[in-house]
């Protein structure tokens, strides 16, 4: 909503961005980290076992989407802010 709204007033692209990335730093990536760690919280006290297909899985899927996120995403948004 505020990248579309940036769209038409270009002074205030660069204050958007860097208000998402605020935002992103200290709601958003400590947020990844509690998800991660709440939900093998959730796998131990449940009883499963870290070797299940389905547990194993997850936590692959995980970890791909927070390096594609750290890898790609975090460096566009940097991009974006110098080119604002």
């Given at each position: 909503m505020w990248?579309?709204?940036?769209l038409n007033n270009p002074s205030g692209r660069a204050y958007?961005?860097?208000t998402i990335r605020l935002m992103e730093m200290r709601y958003v990536n400590?947020?990844?980290v509690l998800v991660g760690i709440t939900g093998l919280a959730l796998v131990?006290?449940?009883?499963?076992?870290f070797t299940t297909p389905w547990v194993i899985t997850s936590i692959v899927v995980f970890l791909v989407?927070?390096?594609i996120g750290?890898?790609?995403y975090a460096p566009l948004l940097r991009r974006q802010i110098m080119l604002a």
């Open positions: 990248t579309r709204m940036a958007t961005l860097k400590p947020s990844y131990d006290r449940s009883g499963r076992d989407v927070t390096a750290g890898a790609v």
